[in-house]
């Protein structure tokens, strides 16, 4: 069964910090990996997309990197802005059902 | 604007009153599903569909049913709501729910069950 660990929970940085976030699985069965975020009481917006055969994506100043042998996946956010605040998800893509797993998050807040 | 709407965003309602919660998207997509999302628990997945008229259970999917008539379409109906129902609800959609296909989430439905 695919479990996905993030971590930090959560992580306060002052504003123009580069980041990185984790997120580990347990399974490297996986298709792809998408990254999302969730704004308070709001839906998710997707990120970045990274499929299996891939080593990373980039969109703008969000870089994400997948190692499927070692279960793990980072998103790199540079020059951090206090419009970044949110709750990151990430979400392996396992089996053929479509069915995204996800992490619990981990909630970023970056002070102006 | 491509997205995925969802009627209604918040909703309070009483055990056991019948209520459909639906969901639409205007990118001609196959694949479309249905999450909860609860502290702690993360989301979770409770039905999806392939494809129109092919439906299937996802991981939480006692209480609830689901219809896929229509490409556009696939509600999501509480037949006799309980309070442990409650919860933040999302539907996504993709083009085949496949490894190349980001998935495209709506802006959820609060739902609370007295």
């Known amino acids: 069964k695919q479990e996905v660990t993030q971590i930090p929970a959560a992580l306060s940085v002052p504003e123009g910090e580069n980041l990185v976030l984790n997120c580990s699985f347990t399974d490297s069965a996986i298709y792809n990996l998408q990254w999302f975020r969730q704004d308070p009481g709001k839906g998710l917006t997707s990120l970045l997309l990274?499929?299996?055969?891939?080593r990373e994506q980039t969109s703008g100043r969000l870089n994400a990197s997948l190692d499927k042998s070692s279960g793990r996946s980072t998103l790199y956010i540079a020059a951090s802005q206090p419009g970044d605040s949110a709750t990151y998800l990430c979400?392996?893509?396992?089996?053929?059902?479509?069915?995204?797993?996800f992490g619990q998050g981990t909630t970023l807040q970056v002070k102006p | 604007e491509a997205q995925v709407t969802q009627n209604p965003r918040y909703l309070i309602t009483v055990t056991g009153k019948k209520l459909t919660v639906t969901c639409s998207q205007n990118?001609?997509?196959?694949?479309m599903s249905w999450y909860r999302q609860d502290p702690g628990l993360g989301l979770r997945q409770i039905y999806y569909s392939m494809n129109v008229e092919v439906t299937d259970k996802g991981d939480v999917p006692e209480g609830y049913k689901v219809s896929r008539k229509e490409k556009r379409n696939f509600p999501l109906i509480l037949e006799s709501p309980s309070p442990n129902q409650t919860s933040l609800y999302f539907c996504?959609?993709?083009?085949?729910?496949?490894?190349?296909?980001?998935?495209?989430f709506g802006p959820g439905t609060r739902l609370t069950v007295l």
């Open positions: 990274i499929q299996s055969s891939q």
């Open positions: 996504a959609s993709s083009l085949y729910g496949g490894s190349t296909d980001t998935q495209y």
């Open positions: 979400a392996p893509l396992s089996g053929n059902t479509g069915k995204l797993i």
């Open positions: 990118m001609n997509h196959e694949y």
